[in-house]
């Protein structure tokens, strides 16, 4: 069992910064693979990077690649995403969540475990 709470998002222009925050409770943090998934008005929810339960390997989706960065501190239970070089087609409510299988999957229908959301406005 999982609780996660995000935080860190915001207004932000385009080519600017984000450093979102996700802070895990329970003593078995690192038995789980993360994600931070993303969901825009009108549109499906999709996967924008995962990280593997030792932080060893990640994914990337194509649109953030080179941009954003996923890691982890399962010392301090924490996942983070820093987004950098933000484009408005960013802007959306992202997620953290976990799941208790064993691989860091990009089908968000794999995790089972998720955050509130906290919202990412990228103004042009």
């Known amino acids: 069992q999982v609780h996660l709470v995000e935080s860190g998002g915001g207004l932000v222009q385009a080519g600017g910064s984000l450093r979102l925050s996700c802070a895990a409770s329970g003593r078995t943090f690192s038995n789980y693979a993360m994600g931070w998934f993303r969901q825009a008005p009108g549109k499906e929810r999709e996967t924008v990077a995962t990280i593997s339960r030792t932080g060893r390997s990640t994914y990337y989706a194509d649109s953030v690649k080179g941009r954003f960065t996923i890691s982890r501190d399962n010392a301090k239970n924490t996942v983070n995403l820093q987004m950098n070089s933000l484009k408005p087609d960013d802007t959306a409510v992202y997620y953290c969540?976990?799941?208790?299988?064993?691989?860091?999957?990009?089908?968000?229908?794999?995790?089972?475990?998720w955050g509130q959301g906290t919202q990412v406005t990228v103004s042009s």
């Open positions: 969540a976990a799941t208790t299988r064993y691989y860091y999957y990009t089908d968000y229908q794999e995790y089972n475990y």
